[in-house]
């Protein structure tokens, strides 16, 4: 399938090529390139939703046999900014799916544990790389729900444009958090808890900034903390995923507070939920020092929280790795989130971590 997707590209690009030949004046070619490049979008549009479905069915075959699956559709807020208020359908709440793990042997006479688990990256989506923490989670008797937000890959072109980056994506895993008690009648609402890594770490420090009180604590693994110093050392392609007219439509230079507003760091002082952050000095993708800075900022503002920077091989990687090493911190963080959301398993050690992930 993936062979006959780029083999309908390649045709497109040939055949746009001996047009633009044809017809060589400048704003032809222009045009050219512009119907090109729409083309490409649209392939890997596709390619990304091919992409989607077979790694969820993968997810009933790795998970499967300890947790029972769902895919729901829920709706968040309307988008933060639209061309026309006029036009069919602005206003309306924006559509998202949402991952839901539920342990097969979860006594649900009992009120059990919410965890929600925003994916990373830019134009992420929530996938199989997750097996293994989402099967120690269920093992320790953690509901887990995991929202595709506004923004994911994997769903067309649609909702990757309705990206959001620090602003309503958060509310969209608000949302999820909202269905699952609304639903699922076993939960207990003063038991939920935020797990992110990366943009997710963001997502998980940002929700919790504006939602105190529905949250009894959060981990933010090596979290993208502050926009304005990410985006000055990635580097002009990075920030034009930023400034693009469907997403926030402005740089830094011309709108810094916006940029502010969607960094943690520099909103340090809504911190209210007991969090737990750790970070690498030999992060590749987010550079200790924006997680310094958010540090920094919560000591300013007098806040109690937990950290750790570590100095460890696996880069942005370290504590979700398969190693021997990587299942230590993250029974760290597991007895963390024991401590706040008392699960019905909690895990002694990492041999118990290891035997639930792992089959």
């Known amino acids: 399938m993936r062979r006959a997707i780029f083999s309908l590209l390649l045709l497109a690009i040939l055949a ?3 047009s633009a030949q044809q017809d060589s004046s400048p704003s032809s070619i222009d045009q050219q390139l512009a119907d090109l490049q729409a083309t490409i979008d649209g392939r890997r ?3 990304d939703a091919l992409e989607k479905k077979i790694d969820d069915v993968l997810w009933f075959e790795r998970v499967g046999d300890v947790a029972a699956i769902d895919k729901v559709r829920l709706w968040g807020p309307p988008r933060w900014q639209e061309e026309s208020s006029t036009a069919i359908g602005a206003g309306q709440p924006l559509k998202f799916w949402a991952y839901v793990f539920i342990p097969r042997h ?3 006479t009992q009120k059990a544990p919410l965890l929600v688990f925003p994916h990373g990256g830019v134009h992420g989506d929530f996938t199989t790389y997750y097996t293994h923490i989402v099967r120690e989670m269920v093992a320790q008797g953690y509901v887990v729900v995991a929202p595709e937000y506004r923004g994911s890959t994997g769903y067309g072109r649609g909702v990757y444009e309705n990206i959001d980056y620090g602003g309503l994506e958060t509310e969209d895993a608000h949302a999820s958090r909202a ?3 609304e639903n699922y009648p076993f939960l207990d609402g003063d038991r939920v808890g935020m797990v992110g890594w990366s943009h997710g ?5 940002l929700n919790c900034f504006r939602h105190p009180d529905d949250y009894a604590c959060l981990y933010a693994g090596v979290p993208v903390s502050d926009l304005i110093a990410r985006l000055g050392y990635l580097g002009e392609d990075y920030a034009a995923l930023y400034s693009a007219d469907y997403h926030i439509g402005q740089t830094i230079e ?5 940029y502010k507003r969607r960094s943690p760091a520099w909103n340090a002082e809504q911190l209210q939920t007991p969090a737990l952050i750790f970070t690498n000095r030999g992060d590749e993708d987010v550079n200790v020092l924006e997680v310094e800075h958010l540090i920094k ?3 300013a503002e007098d806040k109690s929280f937990d950290y750790e920077i570590f100095d460890i091989a696996g880069g942005h990687s370290f504590d979700r790795l398969d190693t021997r090493e990587a299942q230590e911190i993250r029974l760290r963080i597991y007895r963390f989130l024991a401590q706040h959301l008392q699960p019905a398993h909690p895990f002694d050690d990492v041999d118990e ?3 639930a992930g792992y089959r």
């Open 201 to 205: 770490g963001l997502i998980s420090l």
């Open 179 to 181: 269905y699952m008690l």
């Open 106 to 108: 979860l006594d649900r």
């Open 254 to 258: 011309e709108n810094i507070e916006e």
């Open 16 to 18: 746009t090529l001996a």
């Open 353 to 355: 971590l290891h035997a």
């Open 297 to 299: 900022s919560l000591k």
């Open 45 to 47: 549009h596709t390619l």
